[in-house]
């Protein structure tokens, strides 16, 4: 069954301080990796789709790797209005057009 | 605005009653989908039409629960004799059908059902 595990489950970080997120997968065939951006009270907001091993994508301050078993979103100088919930999710050859979601990363930034 | 819209935002219910949520996908997507949330998880994955064809449903979604797209426009969700362990935020998705796999999902804010 697959797996999509996001560690760490919370992190807090100073205005400035860089750090990554990490989404682990184990997938039957992944047809692509998803990252979304999560404020509370509110729907996801797609960010990033990876689709193969050595894929990067950026915007502002992320950038999101992948690689054959897992993601990373990196985030370069972050800032306050940074403070979200990150979620991974992937589609794999069987799930159709279902996004398996991980439980996601809480990130706040303080000023 | 042209994004995702559900409605309503909030619901409150007493156990056993029935509820209906509606959601209006993008104008352009022919794809929808539902998800339910729980606090400190990631949006589950319930069902999913293409226009107006329902062609997958997951295991999570009991007999007690029924979605519809007439038309392939907006879409409903109803959950009869609602239980505690119903509420949840309840998401909508909605996508093109393209090349690619279509993870590029945009999410409506979701509804919000609180089970008494």
């Known amino acids: 069954e697959d797996q999509v595990t996001q560690s760490p489950e919370a992190l807090r970080l100073q205005e400035g301080e860089s750090s990554s997120l990490n989404c682990s997968y184990t997938v039957s065939g992944l047809r692509g990796l998803f990252w979304y951006r999560q404020d509370p009270g509110k729907g996801p907001e797609f960010l990033f789709t990876?689709?193969?091993a050595g894929e990067e994508k950026e915007k502002e301050r992320l950038k999101a790797t992948l690689t054959k078993k897992e993601s990373f979103l990196h985030i370069t100088a972050p800032k306050p209005e940074d403070s979200a919930t990150y979620l991974c999710a992937v589609l794999n050859s069987n799930s159709g057009y279902a996004l398996n979601f991980g439980k996601g990363t809480s990130l706040l930034v303080t000023p | 605005d042209t994004g995702v819209s559900q409605d309503p935002r909030h619901k409150i219910t007493k156990r056993g009653q029935n509820v209906t949520f509606r959601c209006d996908p993008i104008s352009e997507h022919n794809r929808l989908y539902w998800y339910r949330q729980t606090l400190g998880q990631g949006p589950e994955f319930l069902t999913y039409?293409?226009?107006?064809?329902?062609?997958?449903k997951s295991r999570l979604l009991s007999d007690r629960f029924s979605a519809e797209r007439p038309k392939g426009s907006f879409s409903t969700l109803e959950i009869q004799r609602t239980e505690q362990g119903d509420s949840a935020m309840y998401l909508c998705a909605s996508s093109l059908a393209a090349g690619r796999p279509s993870g590029e999902q945009f999410f409506g804010p979701g509804t919000r059902l609180t089970v008494l």
């Open positions: 990876l689709y193969s």
């Open positions: 039409f293409q226009n107006e064809a329902q062609l997958e």
